[in-house]
C-alpha cells in the first residue's frame, strides 16, 4: 500500500513574463478565470483530491497569494452590515484552516525544479503532490483526485500527460512510453521541449505530479537545464528505473492559462458554464462568429 499524499506544493515564484505589464505587480497566479484566481483553482482542486497540506513557493511581489488564502475581517464585517451572506460565503468556504498553509520564498526564480526543491524542508520523507496553477483543468472528479486513485494501487511516481500537437512538443516536457494499460503508461523516457523532429512521442506532462521524496536529491544537485533554468523534467528523467513511474491520461479539458490565448479561451469556456454569465454570453458570441 503506498504512503497516503498529504502535502501539495503549489510553485508560484515565477515572472509570469508572459503577461507583463499586468503581471508587473500581481502574481500570474492571481489572474482570474471570471470571478475566481487560478491559484484558487488549483488549491480547491488539491482539496477536492484530499489534501491536507498547502505549501506556497513564493517570491518576490506575491504577497496577494498569501492575502488571498487569509481572513479578511474588515470585508467580512462589511458584507455582513450590508446582509451578503452570500459574498461572506464566497470569500470564506474554501479558506484552509489556519496552520494548513504554509509559505517559502524561492529567493530567485531559477525554474520549476528549483521551486519544488525550495520545498524540501516542508515536506520532508514522504510523498507530495505538485500543482502548477497556470494548468486549468476542467475534469469530473478533478484530475488530481484522478491521479490519486490509481496511485493508490501503483505507487511511485506519476505525472498527468495529454497528447499534444506535434509542432508544439518544445514547450513541454514529452515522454517515452513503455507499456500502456488504458489510462495509465509506463515512462521509459522523459526530454524536456524537444524539437518535434526528435520527441519520442507527442504525449507531453501536464502540470499535476504525484512524487517521492527522493525527487529531492536531484533537484539538490543544481543542474541547469533547458533555457538556463533547473528543470523538474531532468530530476524526474533521473528517477525512471527506480520507483515505477507512470503517466496518466487524465479526463478532462485544459487550460493553458499560462498563454495568452489558453487564458482567453478558459475565461470563455469557464463563463459559459457560469449560471448566471452563460446566457448573455451565448448570444453575444453567436453574433461575433457571423462577423468573423
Ligand atoms: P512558467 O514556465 O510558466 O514560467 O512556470 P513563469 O515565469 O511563471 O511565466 P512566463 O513563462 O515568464 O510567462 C510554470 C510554473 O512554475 C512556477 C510558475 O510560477 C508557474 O506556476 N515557477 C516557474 C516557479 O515557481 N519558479 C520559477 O523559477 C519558475
Redesign the pocket.
Given at each position: 500500500m503506498p504512503r497516503p499524499v498529504r502535502k501539495a506544493v503549489f510553485?508560484?515564484?515565477?515572472?509570469?513574463?508572459?503577461?507583463l505589464p499586468a503581471t508587473k505587480s500581481m502574481p500570474?497566479?492571481m489572474l482570474p478565470i471570471v470571478d475566481k484566481p487560478l491559484i484558487q483553482y488549483a488549491v480547491e482542486e488539491a482539496q477536492a483530491a484530499g489534501i491536507e497540506q498547502f505549501i506556497f513557493?513564493t517570491?518576490r511581489g506575491k504577497t496577494a497569494i498569501e492575502d488571498h488564502f487569509d481572513n479578511s475581517f474588515e470585508l467580512a464585517d462589511m458584507l455582513r452590515a450590508r446582509k451578503r451572506h452570500d459574498l461572506i460565503d464566497a470569500i470564506n468556504h474554501w479558506l484552509p484552516e489556519a496552520g494548513q498553509v504554509a509559505y517559502t520564498r524561492?529567493q530567485d526564480?531559477?525554474?520549476?525544479g528549483?521551486?519544488v526543491w525550495c520545498a524540501r524542508n516542508l515536506i520532508g520523507d514522504e510523498p507530495f503532490a505538485v500543482l502548477?496553477?497556470?494548468d486549468l483543468i476542467l475534469g469530473e472528479p478533478p484530475s488530481l483526485k484522478q491521479m490519486l486513485d490509481r496511485y493508490a494501487d501503483l505507487g511511485g511516481n506519476m505525472v498527468a500527460v495529454m497528447d499534444v500537437p506535434r509542432t508544439e512538443t518544445r514547450n513541454y516536457g514529452v515522454l517515452k512510453i513503455g507499456r500502456e494499460d488504458g489510462e495509465v503508461v509506463e515512462v521509459t523516457g522523459l526530454v524536456e521541449k524537444p524539437d518535434p523532429e526528435v520527441a519520442p512521442s507527442t504525449l507531453s506532462v501536464i502540470g499535476r505530479y504525484i512524487l517521492q521524496p527522493e525527487v529531492f536529491a536531484h533537484l539538490g544537485q543544481g543542474h541547469f537545464g533547458t533555457g538556463g533554468?533547473i528543470q523538474l523534467t531532468d530530476a524526474l528523467a533521473k528517477l525512471i528505473g527506480g520507483a515505477p513511474f507512470h503517466g496518466f491520461r487524465f479526463r478532462g479539458r485544459r487550460f493553458d492559462c499560462?498563454s495568452k490565448i489558453g487564458f482567453i479561451e478558459a475565461n470563455i469556456a469557464f463563463a459559459l458554464e457560469h449560471e448566471a454569465l452563460g446566457e448573455k454570453l451565448r448570444p453575444y458570441l453567436r453574433d461575433l462568429s457571423r462577423n468573423l
Open positions: 510553485p508560484v515564484g515565477g515572472l509570469g513574463t508572459r503577461f500570474k497566479e513557493v517570491g524561492q526564480p531559477l525554474g520549476l528549483h521551486a502548477l496553477a497556470d533554468e499560462g
